[in-house]
């Protein structure tokens, strides 16, 4: 999924004027307790795109591309849960006509980024913030990197009735955090801790060396993953300053040889966005929105295998599965389609950042 650029420019321009780059300090404040170094990658958890996400999952509130943003059977699971435990929530109840509402209008389509730029904050101090600021009033003295990241999100959503709606959403959300979710997160923190341990490793040990040269290439020094279980194929990634990206992805395995990496191999389908952006064939001859979107989604997967290509035979055909898994039925080509000429030119730009010769800095969310 590609979202406008107006919502990360905006919070670009915000966070530079007070003098806090949010996405990097987000991500210092996932690694602090390590050295800062080159090519540093976290692999991490964090509680409110957690809950956030699942929020949204449990709302139903999905995009247009063939791969689900949401999992639907985190969903699933949590209303088995709620259900043992004898929980109705806000969210529960609110889920329909917040799905209607949110669907109806394009600017709520940043929700869908919006905890990547609060990453290491509390959710209920953030959920707070972003109260504030859809008031025009932050409650404190000077801007912090969670009052930068609430207003950039306030000023995306301006209109009276957008406001409302958020509102509403904001009211359901922490409602879920203090009736179900927090205590249900908690539950699960060793078997969290160990699967981002295993993570971490298999980062260290298969992907981080051999990627390198690319992430090199376009820019990319540093970085976090996080994983969340209520997202879907489709995940998240966007670039802050200094060469400082988040990545956010579901850490659930798939069926089959090379499914305990499947959310790292999902991390590299993100990392292919930013090489989208030098791709100077057009992906569609379609002029809707929609189309350019489905079109470069899947044209992220398909850079995402090439890239991996170049780099390990195994980790590519682990990569293809995954992501065919995730369509099923279907050859990986077909279902993930790209003209003769954007292949070609896809698999020259991916070739020439392999070798470290691509070049060019953006910043955007996808």
């Known amino acids: 999924m590609r979202h406008s650029v107006g919502f990360v420019a905006a919070l670009a321009v915000i966070a530079i004027a007070s003098g806090d780059p949010l996405p990097q300090h987000a991500l210092h404040a996932q690694v602090a307790s390590q050295p800062l170094a080159a090519y540093q990658w976290t692999v991490a958890r964090d ?41 109705t929530t806000m ?55 969670r009052t930068t990241a609430a207003n950039a999100v306030a000023a995306a959503l301006p209109t009276r009735r957008e406001r409302d709606v958020f509102v509403s959403l904001l009211d359901a959300v922490d409602d879920e955090w203090t009736a179900f979710f927090r205590s249900e997160r908690s539950a699960r923190t060793t078997e969290d801790r160990l699967i981002v341990r295993d993570l971490q490793s298999a980062w260290d040990g298969r992907f981080g060396a051999p990627l390198a040269g690319y992430l090199a290439s376009i820019g990319v020094t ?11 194929n489709d995940g998240r990634i966007v670039r802050g300053p200094g060469g400082s990206v988040i990545v956010a992805v579901s850490p659930n395995r798939v069926t089959g040889i090379g499914g305990e990496d499947a959310a790292l191999l999902r991390a590299v389908r993100e990392l292919a966005f930013p090489l989208l952006d030098q791709l ?62 954007a292949e070609a030119a896809l698999r020259r730009l991916v070739t020439s950042a392999a070798e470290g010769g691509a070049s060019g800095r953006t910043s955007y969310e996808n």
């Open 47 to 87: 509680p409110f795109a957690d809950l956030w996400f699942h929020s949204l999952a449990v709302i139903g509130y999905e995009g247009y591309g063939a791969l689900p943003l949401y999992d639907s059977r985190d969903a699933d699971r949590s209303r088995g849960a709620k259900a043992r435990r004898r929980v």
């Open 91 to 145: 969210l529960d109840r609110r889920a329909p006509e917040l799905r209607k509402a949110l669907a109806a209008d394009s600017a709520f389509e940043v929700l869908h980024f919006l905890p990547l730029y609060f990453v290491g904050q509390e959710p209920s101090r953030t959920l707070s913030a972003l109260r504030a600021a859809l008031q025009g009033s932050t409650g404190v003295a000077r801007s912090t990197p």
């Open 222 to 232: 540093r970085g976090t993953i996080l994983i969340s279980p209520a997202l879907g």
């Open 280 to 341: 100077r064939t057009p992906l569609t001859g379609s002029t809707t929105r929609i189309a350019a979107e489905q079109a470069r989604d899947a044209a992220a997967v398909r850079a995402g295998a090439m890239i991996l290509d170049c780099i390990d035979a195994t980790l590519a055909a682990n990569y293809r599965r995954v992501f065919l898994d995730a369509l099923g039925g279907r050859t990986f080509d077909t279902a993930y389609p790209l003209s003769n000429e």
